[in-house]
């Protein structure tokens, strides 16, 4: 009975050291399975969306491109081939106050030469596809040149009687490029893109657009104070094309919130 007693006793001991075993072999099957899931998801987060999905997703940014390059050559022949002057297509405040138009279009999609037309298309290309990607194709592009036609109108309108009073009438008669406008109405919306959290950006891309970002605000306002008159003038019309980004940024947040606007409405009624 004796010796019974004592199997019976070790052979608990081994039940229970084998129970230990299988409840610390199960936590750390666990602990593993945790750590292969947060990998996982950090490894997703990092792919997915990826850098280079942004990029070939971005086909507003490449229409803009096209467009651009387009009335590059088609106003290259005009001036070149036709011999008509540059100064009926560029934006000019006295022109456009006396009804002229036309030059709030054309101003936006003309360039005098091949580098100036790369400076410009450079802020499309780097800022354009991470923008796109938060807000859509169709309000990117209707945004760019918006931004553009309404920067012209609040320059001329708004701020011509302040630059001919302020910097006298030889910077007042000065031509100006609507397309420069549009290009600084990309800085509240590459902020907006940070501020839309789906679709998401990946841990690189946020990288990547947020120095992109961050560089071309710096470079655009970074204080000098050696700016001739005509040079202020510029930064009074890159100005324009700021606040009218802004403009559109509010635009589209209230399109996008436009159904919880509605149904917080019917409830309150």
């Not at 199997?7 to 608990?12: E, N």
Request: contains cysteine; proline residues 3%.
């Amino acid at each position: 009975i004796f010796a019974h007693a004592i199997t019976t006793d070790a052979w608990r001991n081994s039940l229970d050291h084998y129970q230990e075993f299988v409840i610390i072999v199960a936590l750390d099957l666990k602990i593993e399975v945790m750590k292969r899931k947060r990998v996982n998801f950090m490894l997703l987060k990092l792919r997915r969306p990826n850098l280079l999905s942004v990029f070939l997703n971005a086909r507003g940014t490449f229409l803009i491109c096209c467009i651009l390059i387009v009335c590059y050559l088609l106003f290259s022949f005009l001036t070149n081939v036709l011999l008509i002057p540059s100064a009926n297509f560029v934006g000019s405040i006295p022109s456009i106050l006396r009804g002229e138009l036309w030059r709030i279009v054309t101003s936006t999609v003309y360039h005098y030469e091949w580098p100036h037309l790369m400076k410009n298309m450079l802020a499309v290309m780097v800022l354009g596809p991470f923008i796109e990607w938060k807000i859509g194709s169709t309000p990117f592009v209707i945004s760019f040149f918006v931004s553009s036609w309404l920067g012209v109108l609040l320059f001329c309108f708004g701020f011509g009687g302040f630059i001919q009073s302020a910097f006298g009438i030889g910077t007042y008669i000065e031509s100006f490029y609507g397309v420069s406008l549009s290009g600084y109405a990309l800085f509240p919306l590459a902020i907006l893109a940070f501020l839309i959290e789906k679709p998401t950006f990946s841990f690189m891309t946020k990288i990547v657009a947020f120095t992109s970002t961050l560089y071309y605000v710096t470079v655009g306002y970074w204080p000098n104070l050696a700016m001739s008159d005509i040079e202020k003038n510029v930064q009074v019309a890159h100005s324009c094309g700021l606040l009218v980004g802004l403009f559109c940024v509010l635009v589209i947040l209230i399109i996008k919130h436009r159904e919880k606007m509605f149904s917080f409405s019917s409830r309150s009624k």
